[in-house]
């Protein structure tokens, strides 16, 4: 086992509401000085002796690398057109500071694979998207200048020079076949020469910044991140471990690497709906995820962080007896309010189990509440998605929509897992009729928006049913009794605030719409009655959020609880008997830069590797 040796460069804040200026990548100058890092909005760079941000580019930008003199940054830059393609900008790397504008490399469309430089800084290879699933190897000379190809395949990525620079090492990913091939091709143009196949490994393959050894991607744990170094045969020599809660890019500067531990501080509260006393039942110490409740509303479950570490946290809505059991993998579980982000947990009907999804959504995962004891139902698989989970009303497994990118086109399904792993299909989704979102109703119905209707679709093998013509924004909310539907109509892509709602009656389809004289912000549910929906809203953008409950008779609202969160929106779930609702607030994100060493522990690793 290596672990890296860490030093803390500096930390960052982010104290706009819903800013997204925390690092997306993150990269370090081969003098460790400087940390360049794209945001949702802009390109910046961060200093680590004075702690100092510049923003060198604004714009969407990802995957920016050093060259090896510190002198030039190359990265993806997404201009007026909205094509991603080879930009440059000349640095110091000392201050952090651009000593010229920035000025794009290629006239191609890059792809989502970082870009590297030659030894010598004078070229820049890059994987150019060729559209229809191809891709080329692609080497531009870092002054600008002509494009010369130096392969082609399908998804061409994990790019590395050798240390002479006379060849370039990539990998080719073929998602149908699910195979990730390594090839070398010279850097001068020739035929590309297979190293290795890598097919049987968990993620597509890279080589270190020596050229020495192949990086072999493992899956994530509860406590950290890991790679394998192995020689370029694919014969493993050691592994990598990285602090839990840091997560890090490209390999800088030889063996040191930029890494990234982010603190996104959620806190849970519960409101009564009686007296609107207000509980603070885990702080902002924590990070919470989203909240769900037991089926007979007698206690509440989440997923949250602790010092770094999730656990699945449950308790009574006053929060006593509370009970914390850690996970031995990792949940689905990112720093952006989003319902995709989440793991969507849920607890079975009998209350005896919590079914969740896995990192990445590449597992679904059961815990037995009384024990703590966690399993995979469904385990692993590269380019496959699980989302939408639903128990079985019987307590017996977990009906998910199943994703599957390795096909072409990409499929979607609904599966069944049972607890004891026996997985079935129950029926494929035809996703151009019906919509790209595709999510469980209960176990026998999925519904599906997106396409500028919103359909039901029964399991049974039935046909669908389009209850709302019109596009909409999120999925809405179907009261208890099955007979009203409430969504928001808007642009879906956008997700631009709206002022009204719409009940729509699942019996004769009639509609009925309530303006809002607030900016709606996401979240709909129903209380069991069905009388009341409970929104989110802002009077205005920069405004304190506020939880609203509406007459679905009247049209009147009042607000239940009001918070102060550094979000746009809030997590929230109304108990099953209408009692409580809990819900998320969140304080200000920031981002700690590391430097994570490695360079003493490879540099023994290699010469073990010359002893043999």
């Known amino acids: 086992m290596i672990r890296p040796k860490v030093s803390v460069l500096g930390t960052i804040n982010d104290s706009v509401i819903g800013g997204g200026f925390l690092p997306n990548d993150a990269s370090l100058s081969p003098g460790g000085h400087t940390v360049v890092f794209p945001t949702d909005h802009d390109l910046r760079a961060f200093n680590a002796s004075t702690h100092l941000t510049t923003v060198l580019v604004t714009g969407y930008s990802e995957n920016p690398v050093w060259s090896p003199a510190g002198d030039l940054i190359a990265f993806a830059h997404a201009g007026d057109q909205g094509q991603e393609l080879l930009w440059s900008v000349k640095m ?53 200048g002509a494009e010369k190809v130096l392969a082609v395949g399908a998804g061409i990525a994990r790019l590395r020079w050798t240390a002479n620079g006379a060849s370039i090492y990539y990998v080719d990913f073929v998602n149908a076949l699910q195979k990730s091939i390594m090839y070398r091709v010279p850097s001068s143009g020739g035929t590309a020469q297979a190293v290795h196949d890598y097919s049987n490994v968990f993620d597509p393959p890279g080589v270190t910044s020596d050229g020495k050894f192949a990086e072999l991607p493992e899956p994530a744990t509860a406590r950290g991140n890991s790679i394998v170094l192995a020689d370029l045969s694919g014969r493993p020599l050691a592994r990598v471990e990285w602090p839990s809660g840091v997560w890090s890019t490209d390999w800088s500067g030889g063996y040191r690497l930029a890494g990234v531990q982010g603190h996104n501080p959620r806190a849970l509260r519960v409101v009564s709906l009686s007296d609107g006393k207000v509980r603070e039942v885990i702080g902002m110490g924590a990070e919470s995820g989203a909240p769900v409740w037991f089926p007979d509303g007698k206690k509440i479950a989440v997923i949250a962080y602790f010092n770094a570490l999730p656990f699945l946290v449950t308790m009574k809505p006053d929060g006593s007896e509370m009970k914390k059991s850690p996970m031995n993998a990792p949940p689905q579980f990112t720093n952006q309010l989003n319902g995709a982000n989440f793991a969507d947990l849920r607890i079975s009907p009998d209350g005896r189990r919590a079914a969740f999804l896995g990192a990445n959504r590449q597992s679904l995962e059961v815990m037995d509440l009384t024990s703590g004891e966690q399993r ?237």
């Open 376 to 612: 995979q139902l469904v385990p692993p698989l590269k380019l496959r998605f699980a989302n939408s989970l639903i128990w079985l009303r019987n307590s017996t497994g977990v009906r998910y929509v199943f994703q599957d990118r390795s096909t072409t086109p990409p499929t979607r399904s609904v599966r069944e897992v049972s607890l004891d792993k026996s997985d079935k299909l129950v029926r494929l989704v035809p996703i151009g009729e019906l919509g790209r979102a595709i999510l469980l109703v209960d176990q026998d119905t999925v519904e599906a928006f997106g396409s500028g209707k919103f359909s039901f679709l029964p399991l049974d093998g039935g046909a669908a049913r389009t209850v709302f013509e019109a596009p909409v924004v999120g999925a809405g909310a179907i009261s208890s009794d099955r007979r009203t539907l409430v969504l928001r109509p808007g642009a879906f892509v956008t997700h631009e605030p709206v002022h009204g709602i719409t009940l729509v009656n699942l019996g004769d389809l009639s509609q009925k719409s309530i303006d809002l004289p607030f900016l709606d912000t996401g979240n709909l549910a129903f209380d069991p009655s069905g009388l009341h929906v409970f929104t989110p809203g802002r009077d205005d953008p920069a405004g304190a959020l506020h939880i609203y409950e509406i007459s679905t008779q009247s049209g009147a609202k009042r607000v239940v609880a009001s918070m102060d969160t550094k979000e746009h929106s809030s997590v929230f779930s109304v108990s099953p008997d209408g009692k409580w609702l809990a819900y998320t607030v969140a304080g200000m994100p920031t981002a700690t830069f590391l430097t994570l060493d490695l360079s003493d522990a490879v540099a023994k690793l290699s010469q073990q590797g010359q002893k043999h």
């Open 92 to 144: 110091d790397q000392t201050t952090g500071k651009p000593l010229e504008p920035a000025r794009r490399l290629s006239l191609s469309a890059t792809s989502g694979s970082s870009p590297q430089f030659s030894p010598d800084g004078k070229f820049v290879a890059f994987v150019r998207d060729d559209g229809g699933g191809k891709s080329s190897l692609v080497e531009v000379p870092a002054a600008g």
